[in-house]
């Protein structure tokens, strides 16, 4: 007797998806993957899967809402201002963000783009106040925006190109003996190719985010129209470069990414030079990346532990180790980077 559509797996609609119409791209695996891992649970937390920086500690969100209100000052306190968080998770940095705003002066109404339905149910409870957007297309057109987007751009879908003795290849997702393995597919297009890696060695793997680049020239063009910036955060590269870096995540453990679609969470480092290069096309202004632990540091992070500390000094402990996890190298500090887009006529902006 066969399984109902209903009763099958993702897993299980993916291999069939191939075994009919052949191999797919390792972009719509990852999107499939995700848009169902997303939408049927809440991955953060110690019963979860992962911890974001939000997550660790109210200081994280709160120098992100003092960066902004500074912003926001230094541009002349524009009275229509918006506060946009993309993946908002469960809300915690926006709440953290808007108190520290608050004490500044600014109040801005708040936007969420969020697709998860699990999620925006947290959202409600941290930030009732908050409109809910499916995607770009219904953000306000017609006032400058304060974007922030935190560990939402490594979550998009990658393709992956891959070297081999007879030119460079998308990498596909096939099945073999009814496990999901990677597989050499079509050639790529030379202009898919950085030049300056077009010579790497045979089995040198390119991961390329079009998703990743169409949300920011979306968001750079409102930028740039009605003003505003955007403060990215997450973890990658400065420079685009050749390396597999697609991962999972279940359990607080890494995880085989071919296994058990739609139920870890897949991820790639976020290639911010090709980032930049796009909002620079569109005509925003870059700083950074920085590496997250400098720019905290910059920003006051060990004077706001310190604050906490002397409030709560039974807690002084937890405040420094969760400063540490933030900011030291070989913890969140290096491989995270902070960046910013600025609007062609706003100030530049503190911590670059």
């Given at each position: 007797?066969?399984?109902?559509p209903d ?55 709160e ?13 002349g306190?524009p ?14 940095l ?11 002066g ?36 017609n ?5 922030v987007a935190n ?5 998009l ?84 470069a ?9 359990g ?10 739609g ?6 480092h ?21 590496g ?20 709560a ?13 933030l ?5 969140m500090?290096a ?18």
């Open positions: 007797m066969k399984a109902s009763e099958l797996t993702l897993g299980d609609r993916l291999a069939r998806l191939i075994a009919t119409s052949g191999p797919i791209s390792v972009a719509h695996y990852m999107a499939e993957a995700n848009a169902h891992y997303y939408a049927t649970r809440d991955p953060l937390g110690q019963a979860g899967d992962f911890i974001t920086a939000p997550e660790i500690s109210q200081m994280f969100g120098l992100v809402g003092l960066w902004l209100a500074d912003l926001w000052a230094r541009a306190a009275s229509q201002v918006r506060y946009v968080e993309l993946g908002p998770g469960r809300g915690t926006a709440a953290d963000a808007l108190r520290a705003m608050r004490a500044a600014l109040q801005p109404p708040i936007h969420f783009v969020e697709t998860s339905p699990v999620l925006r149910q947290l959202q409600a409870c941290q930030v009732p106040a908050a409109t809910l957007h499916d995607d770009l297309t219904s953000l306000p057109t006032a400058p925006l304060l974007v560990e939402f751009f490594d979550a879908p990658v393709h992956q190109l891959i070297a081999t003795g007879k030119g460079w290849h998308e990498r596909l997702v096939g099945l073999d003996d009814g496990r999901f393995v990677p597989l050499p597919g079509p050639a790529a297009s030379a202009a898919a190719i950085p030049d300056h890696l077009r010579s790497a060695p045979p089995g040198s793997v390119i991961e390329t985010s079009p998703a990743s680049v169409a949300v920011i020239r979306q968001v750079a063009e409102l930028i740039a129209r009605s003003g505003g910036a955007l403060l990215l955060i997450d973890y990658g590269h400065a420079r685009t050749a390396g597999e870096t697609l991962q999972a995540v279940a607080h453990e890494y995880a085989d990414p071919w296994t058990d679609p139920e870890r969470d897949l991820t790639a976020v290639d911010f030079e090709s980032l930049a290069s796009a909002a620079q096309a569109a005509g925003l202004r870059p700083f950074g990346p920085r997250q632990g400098e720019w905290l540091e910059t920003m006051g992070i060990g004077l706001r532990a310190a604050a906490l500390s002397k409030a000094p039974s807690h002084a402990e937890e405040i420094a180790a969760a400063r540490h996890r900011t030291g190298p070989q913890e500090g491989l995270f980077k902070v960046m910013a887009l600025l609007a062609p006529a706003w100030p530049e902006p503190a911590g670059f």
